[in-house]
């Protein structure tokens, strides 16, 4: 058997090693005015810098918390330009891989059993789509709306006790492959919805009178990669024509304003729309979905991190939408539900001002099609971890979410036709 030793070593080599981020740092900046944050934008035209926060260079401004991530090379540089220039900063985390590693500090409790408590990768994820079917056949069943670039199928689960004629809201997850928590609360929804009815009041009253559309991971071919490969991967796995730089921002691909920013045109940017509205196999499918059911829908809701915020339309414009009210007091409710039980603070508004402007969102484009209900969660937290939540975080995070969307839901079942 010996000759078979070779081919695995060429095997081996072969495959593409993870990317290791060892001594990576994670800076905190806020400049105080528009000098220092000019500063930051030159920094970044000469290192690599990935922010996280804002999600690119062009949004950063005088009295903005920014964090971005820098190489073990390029950090001694960039701290000695900030200390040149009496700049405020802080080291979130001094070293990404091992922040990376602790993220999984939850022990699994009994092997075989999907955990809510834990991190789920795509094959146990998709296996749990198909264990809550056979679990609650009268309750969930599962459609596949398309399939991803790498022919991964797009698989919503239908939750509720009604047929499609009913009121219904779309909701989804892991639409930035690095957001982990994103697609652990779509299961812990799913989990809770099918664990509580007959047992809990609202959760019944809900599914015996609305249906719940979820999308547990959107961005599959991303979510895969970011497991297997490069943990801070955000877009999805696309080949740009006449780039060797893969992948398109799936947020920035719908039909809202899609054209409305130069900045991201850039196939290599971590927040490059595509060659054009709807490009993306999941966009698509997406957009084909709602639209056919768009006579029940009556709210979206998608889940990113991290900041801790509740945002409603618009991203691309400073306008208000006209239910503004309406929505400005679904998210004030909500966010104050929230807190009950952990007492998490979350800000709450229209993506423009109180995040940052963003063309092509999903939030405005279900808002422009007619869903006048739209809302996206950023969860925790606010940055000591940032993409990185250790999953003993994932369960509290979850629990108080979900009295957030509870509510919302409770509202559209009353207060929409």
């Known amino acids: 058997m010996w000759f078979i030793l070779p081919v695995g070593l060429i095997a081996t080599t072969l495959a593409i090693a993870p990317v290791r981020f060892d001594r990576e740092k994670v800076f905190r900046v806020k400049p105080q005015d528009e000098k220092q944050a000019n500063i930051i934008k030159d920094l970044a035209k000469t290192n690599q810098l990935d922010f996280w926060y804002p999600d690119a260079t062009h949004h950063v401004t005088a009295n903005m918390t920014i964090d971005f991530q820098v190489s073990e090379k390029e950090s001694q540089s960039i701290q000695s330009a900030l200390d040149q220039n009496n700049m405020h900063y802080e080291i979130l985390i001094h070293d990404l891989q091992e922040e990376i590693e602790k993220q999984f500090d939850v022990k699994e409790d009994i092997p075989g059993r999907h955990s809510y408590a834990k991190y789920n990768n795509w094959d146990k994820i998709v296996a749990w789509t198909e264990k809550m079917v056979h679990k609650h056949p009268d309750m969930v069943s599962r459609i596949k709306i398309g399939t991803t670039v790498e022919d991964n199928p797009l698989y919503v689960l239908k939750v509720g006790k009604g047929d499609e004629r009913r009121k219904a809201i779309f909701m989804d997850c892991g639409i930035h492959a690095r957001e982990w928590i994103s697609p652990a609360f779509c299961q812990w929804f799913v989990y809770q919805a099918t664990k509580t009815y007959g047992k809990n009041k609202i959760m019944t009253k ?10 547990p991971v959107f961005n599959v071919d991303g979510y895969i990669w970011s497991w297997t490969q490069n943990r801070m991967w955000r877009k999805n796995r696309s080949k740009n024509q006449n780039s060797k730089c893969i992948g398109t921002d799936l947020n920035r ?12 045109k850039n196939p290599c940017a971590n927040i490059y729309r595509g060659p054009k509205p709807e490009s993306e196999k999941e966009t698509k499918a997406v957009t084909d979905f709602i639209r056919s059911h768009l006579k029940s829908i009556k709210a979206y809701i998608t889940f990113h991190s991290y900041s ?12 208000l939408p006209p239910n503004h009210e309406d929505l400005d007091k679904v998210a004030k409710i909500s966010t104050d539900v929230l807190a009950t039980r952990y007492e998490t603070r979350y800000i709450y508004g229209p993506i423009a001002s109180t995040y940052y402007p963003t063309s092509g969102s999903s939030l405005d484009w279900a808002y422009n099609v007619g869903i006048k209900h739209t ?6 937290d606010k940055g000591k971890y940032g993409f990185l939540l250790p999953e003993s975080l994932i369960k509290s995070t979850c629990k108080e979410t979900l009295l957030a969307v509870k509510f919302i839901a409770k509202y559209i079942l009353k207060h929409t036709s």
């Open 206 to 215: 809900l599914l015996d009178r609305m249906n719940f559309y979820v999308l």
């Open 253 to 264: 691909n719908f039909n809202a304003s899609w054209n409305s920013f130069q900045n991201t």
């Open 308 to 319: 801790q915020m509740l945002l409603f339309p618009y991203g691309y414009t400073s306008k």
């Open 375 to 380: 809302f996206a969660f950023e969860l925790r």
